[in-house]
């Protein structure tokens, strides 16, 4: 995985999570339950794919190297962590809780940047700058 390789996944997840926030903030938005759970679940679907993505990539690039094992079962429950932060977002959008949705989506983005810092962290080569 090269530099610009994590910086694209990167981008598409804060390009998806802008949407999110713009959706959490839209008052219309949350009169209607059913179309921002839908939103909300696709929106997370994408960054959750995005993340496995640039993970599995790492990995590759890791081989079988002395840390590949311990790094994979630590990217998976990275994941698994961003899966359930994703389902309480969706469950704050259902029940049309604006509060809850923000404070749900503030604990789902901050998962995703440690994601991005471990996955950047993890891949070979010069550190990357931001």
Same mark, same amino acid.
Request: charged share 20%; glycine share 4%.
């Given at each position: ?12 997840? +804060?390009?998806? %999570? =802008? *949407?999110?926030?713009?959706? &959490?903030? @839209?008052?219309?938005? #949350? !009169? ?43 990217? +998976?429950?990275? %994941? =698994? *962590?961003?899966?359930?932060? &994703?389902? @309480?977002?969706?469950? #704050? !959008? ?37």
């Amino acid at each position: 995985m090269t530099p610009s390789d994590t910086r694209s996944h990167d981008a598409h997840c +804060a390009s998806h %999570l =802008a *949407r999110l926030w713009m959706l &959490a903030d @839209d008052e219309a938005s #949350a !009169a209607v339950p059913d179309v921002l759970t839908q939103q909300v679940t696709r929106i997370t679907g994408m960054i959750l794919t995005e993340a496995e993505s640039a993970g599995r990539a790492v990995m590759i690039t890791m081989a079988e190297g002395p840390r590949a094992a311990a790094a994979e079962r630590f990217l +998976a429950a990275r %994941l =698994a *962590r961003m899966a359930s932060a &994703a389902q @309480d977002v969706t469950a #704050a !959008a259902r029940r049309g809780d604006a509060a809850a949705l923000r404070r749900q989506l503030r604990w789902f983005d901050t998962l995703t940047s440690a994601m991005w810092a471990v996955l950047t962290a993890l891949r070979p080569g010069p550190p990357v700058s931001h």
